[in-house]
């Protein structure tokens, strides 16, 4: 391959790197896309962040509605989207917690036995059911601007791609330069490696590189304190997210329900309790 031909750009979104290889198309071509995909993902980020103060998300938190509030026709298809995804993994993945600890507080301290939002999808409006609650789409995002983005790819005919967001999420198209795919492997983890044409991942683990746990289950705001890691692999973007999240969430006997939701994924947990390191794989 004429290396010429190659292309590498990259960003900042969403708090990470979101970086693009591809190759096949003159430079002209890829920049026009490149600069369609950044212009796409930040556009998301501004009704989904939430830390930007321009932000709708941001803008809700802040608010509290408890009475019914306009939300645009995006944020509104995105709540649904995210409910129908707490529904198949019977609660293990959310995307609305106490507001104290979406914004840093270690504050869990609100009931979550009743369903804390309600939508009238007829006049676009949202409303918590009470106060205390934001949206965090953290355990989405990502999934969700790479689902725009491969949208851009097949309207724009290309055929090979690497993306990598913030390297735990990972979007490909076609195969590798010089391969039959693109490999993947998690670094510091020999258990994790995935062969991929035409697929996504997502890699979650239950601690930060601080040591921080940052993983709740939202049915009863317990953070998950077993060190464990879930590589999920998919050709849809956001389920790989919300898969990678609700898994080290739910309980063994509870897997398998969740995953009879699903389709059409390979996924690799691994559990490092005490000195063992248990590696489950489902497919």
């Given at each position: 391959m004429d290396k010429s031909n190659l292309f590498h750009r990259n960003f900042f979104a969403m708090n990470t790197r979101f970086e693009v290889v591809s190759y096949g198309k003159d430079a002209e071509i890829f920049t026009r896309i490149f600069d369609s995909i950044e212009d796409t993902v930040n556009q998301l980020e501004?009704?989904?962040?939430?830390?930007?103060?321009?932000?709708?998300?941001?803008?809700?938190?802040?608010a509290q509605p408890v009475n019914f509030y306009d939300i645009s026709v995006e944020l509104l298809d995105i709540i649904r989207q995210?409910?129908?995804y707490k529904n198949k993994t019977n609660g293990c993945f959310d995307y609305c917690f106490d507001r104290q600890f979406v914004y840093g507080k270690t504050s869990?301290?609100?009931?979550?036995?009743?369903?804390?939002v309600e939508l009238d999808p007829y006049n676009n409006c949202f409303r918590f059911t009470k106060t205390g609650f934001a949206l965090d789409f953290g355990a989405i995002g990502k999934g969700l601007a790479l689902e725009r983005v491969a949208r851009i790819l097949l309207e724009e005919g290309i055929s090979n791609c690497f993306i990598s967001f913030g390297?735990?999420?990972i979007?490909?198209?076609?195969?590798?330069?010089?391969?039959p795919h693109w490999p993947f492997s998690l670094a510091n983890s020999g258990?994790?490696?995935f062969q991929l044409n035409d697929a996504a991942v997502s890699t979650s683990g239950t601690r930060q590189p601080d040591g921080n746990l940052h993983i709740i289950d939202p049915r009863n705001n317990q953070k998950i304190s077993t060190p464990k890691l879930a590589s999920v692999k998919s050709p849809s973007p956001v389920e790989t997210e919300v898969l990678s999240t609700a898994l080290l969430v739910a309980k063994e006997p509870e897997v398998k329900n969740i995953l009879n939701n699903f389709f059409n994924y390979q996924i690799i947990i691994v559990n490092y309790e005490g000195n063992q390191k248990i590696r489950k794989i489902y497919d």
């Open positions: 501004r009704v989904i962040s939430c830390y930007d103060e321009l932000s709708e998300v941001y803008r809700i938190n802040q995210a409910d129908l869990l301290s609100i009931s979550v036995t009743k369903p804390k390297e735990s999420s979007l490909t198209r076609g195969k590798h330069p010089h391969g258990e994790i490696k």
